[in-house]
């Protein structure tokens, strides 16, 4: 049998050759995974969240366990824009893989501004966190204002030329609003979900475990949230959706897709397996082979409902 | 980086501390002051690795001892003969980079270990051994069980325990003298690394534990505060450290 199987799939102008990416965050600027795997071999990759300026982020304990999942309160912590772009992005470029470059602002002013600086670059798609739960200024305050949020994309469509996707949280608001509300303001694609607010308590000392006190919930514990949330918005909007949440292999990717998330994001699994994101794809191929189905097309939004 | 191995045995040597060796392939090759991050379980609970310090390691395996303290070092205890083990490493930098063979020549070298920093410095006392330089081992613990002389047979060592049940009795850090001919290497509690930067010495170098996410340098969790003037930084602990110039390190 040499029946090709296709696993391309479409993010607004963005063609990526298998659908798996790594989630902002876990996946650092993607250097790191080079010991690991060959990166071309990535649907894309997404990098940290980026801001305008370097950012220190919150001090430890920054990380704390809980059952089937983390919180994690890093606080965005990044060398800024501009050292992305001299420093790593010169060198992810033999990767024949698309950068999606994570972009996060206190102001509405810094994402346009970053979206600018990156419109002269290799970089293939911006994706905007308007929802982390870890800072103070921005992210959740976004996620909820849809004014600011229309702005924000307004302005950057009018130059970007290339892929935006709007990333959501279910912490604040109706995410099927948000969602509708990005596709509207011109958003080519959303991914959901990040992380979900929690906390933890160390009753020895009756103390937050994170210095933050609250922290972004992922990993396992979050996939059924994450599964609704992709459910819910793929039928209401046109837009790809990107899901997110606890994807540890390919029978979890099949669901979101299943669901009708177009392509996926792999983010904690990073962590303790450095190579699920290939794993998955190869997971993938081989059960679309199995299967006989010869488009990976085909399995996107596929749910049998009664 | 991505290994696997067969445990050899995984000892209990007390109530709560083991002795684990793993087989590794003979091309395997680390130096003390690495961790290794083990998977302890193939569900989500525990759903992250979790790190150990090189205890020792020759040609061929690499030995960890280990507290158990929770549910992932409870799910390691029950490892047994021939189970594979899957981990990463070895990971981090080592105390060999800051050991400066000339430079150090005419000074004292003094090792301190406390509880289950233990690991990383007595990896560090062997190659010492190996390389014949001479050192004195302080180490501390909180009683006679944690203390585990079988390993220190062929160093000069003090041992002080908070109970006095073993050696001295006292904190280890008050038994030492420094001046400026001292060179000290350390790991333990933070507590002791920050007794440890008031005592007199020519060089403090420390190994710093801290809470992990991946152990890859990408999660940006397991930072540590370092002195920049007025400023600081966060150092990861797991890719520019464990190990680092302790006079550098502001410890809270
Ligand atoms: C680089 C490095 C080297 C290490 N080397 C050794 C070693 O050689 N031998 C050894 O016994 N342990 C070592 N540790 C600590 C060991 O990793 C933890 O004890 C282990 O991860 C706890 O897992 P658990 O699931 O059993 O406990 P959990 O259920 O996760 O936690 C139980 C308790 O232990 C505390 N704890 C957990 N992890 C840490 C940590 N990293 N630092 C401080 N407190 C912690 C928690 O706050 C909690 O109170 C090392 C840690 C690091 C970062
Ligand atoms: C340590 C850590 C850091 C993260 N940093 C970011 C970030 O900078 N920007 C962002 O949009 N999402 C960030 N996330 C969220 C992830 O991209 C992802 O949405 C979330 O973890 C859920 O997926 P998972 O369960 O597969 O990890 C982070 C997650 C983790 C665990
Ligand atoms: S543990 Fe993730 S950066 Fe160090």
């Given at each position: ?31 790191e ?9 990535l ?54 893989t ?18 600018d ?39 950057i ?86 899901g ?19 392509a ?43 | ?21 793993i087989?590794?392939p ?7 002051g ?26 061929g ?57 233990f ?14 330089i ?18 220190c ?53 420390a ?26 930084d ?19």
């Amino acid at each position: 049998m040499t029946n090709k199987i296709n696993i391309q799939v479409k993010i607004g102008k963005l063609i990526l050759k298998n659908p798996v990416m790594t989630a902002s965050g876990t996946f650092g600027y993607g250097l790191e995974f080079e010991k690991f795997f060959d990166l071309g071999k990535l649907g894309a990759i997404i990098t940290k969240g980026l801001s305008l300026n370097p950012v220190k982020g919150n001090p430890p304990q920054r990380i704390v366990e809980t059952p089937a999942g983390m919180l994690n309160a890093i606080g965005l912590q990044n060398i800024g824009i501009k050292n992305f772009i001299s420093e790593k992005l010169p060198l992810l470029k033999k990767y024949k893989t698309p950068i999606i470059v994570n972009v996060y602002g206190r102001k509405v002013d810094e994402y346009i501004e970053v979206a600018d600086i990156l419109n002269d670059t290799d970089v293939a798609g911006i994706e905007l966190n308007i929802s982390c739960p870890n800072v103070k200024r921005g992210g959740l305050q976004f996620a909820a204002d849809k004014k600011a949020v229309e702005k924000i994309i307004n302005r950057i469509r009018k130059k970007y030329k290339k892929t935006i996707i709007v990333k959501l949280s279910p912490n604040t608001g109706n995410i099927e609003d948000m969602a509708i509300h990005c596709e509207r303001c011109g958003a080519d694609a959303v991914s959901l979900i990040n992380t979900i607010v929690g906390m933890a308590i160390d009753i020895k000392t009756k103390k937050p475990v994170l210095a933050n006190v609250f922290g972004g919930l992922s990993g396992p514990a979050i996939k059924p949230i994450a599964l609704a949330a992709v459910f819910k918005v793929s039928k209401k909007v046109k837009i790809p959706v990107i899901g997110v949440g606890g994807i540890m292999n390919y029978k979890d990717a099949l669901e979101f897709m299943m669901a009708g998330a177009t392509a996926v994001q792999i983010g904690t699994a990073n962590f303790i397996d450095p190579l699920t994101c290939v794993k998955v794809i190869k997971d993938l191929q081989y059960y679309l082979k199995e299967n006989k189905i010869y488009d990976i097309n085909k399995i996107i939004g596929a749910i049998k409902l009664e | 980086m991505l290994n696997q191995g067969k445990v050899v045995f995984n000892r209990k040597l007390n109530n709560t501390i083991y002795y684990l060796r793993i087989k590794v392939p003979i091309s395997f090759k680390a130096q003390p002051g690495q961790f290794i991050n083990i998977k302890v379980s193939d569900d989500y609970v525990p759903l992250l690795r979790r790190p150990f310090s090189i205890f020792n390691h020759e040609r061929g395996f690499i030995d960890i001892l280990y507290k158990v303290v929770g549910n992932g070092t409870k799910k390691l205890s029950n490892k047994k003969r021939e189970d594979i083990l899957d981990f990463i490493g070895p990971v981090g930098n080592s105390y060999v980079d800051f050991f400066y063979e000339d430079e150090f020549k005419e000074k004292n070298i003094y090792l301190v270990a406390g509880g289950t920093g233990f690991a990383s410095i007595h990896f560090f006392a062997r190659w010492l051994l190996r390389k014949k330089i001479k050192f004195k081992l302080f180490y501390g613990a909180k009683n006679k069980k944690e203390i585990f002389q079988r390993f220190c047979k062929n160093f000069d060592v003090l041992i002080a325990t908070d109970d006095g049940s073993c050696g001295k009795k006292g904190l280890i850090t008050s038994f030492i003298n420094g001046d400026k001919d001292t060179i000290i290497f350390c790991c333990g509690p933070q507590t002791m690394l920050k007794t440890i930067q008031s005592i007199k010495a020519y060089k403090k170098i420390a190994s710093f534990e801290s809470y992990m996410g991946c152990a890859n340098g990408v999660c940006l969790s397991c930072v540590i505060k370092i002195n920049k003037g007025k400023e600081f930084d966060y150092a990861r602990v797991c890719k520019e450290g464990t190990v680092f110039d302790l006079d550098d390190v502001i410890i809270i």
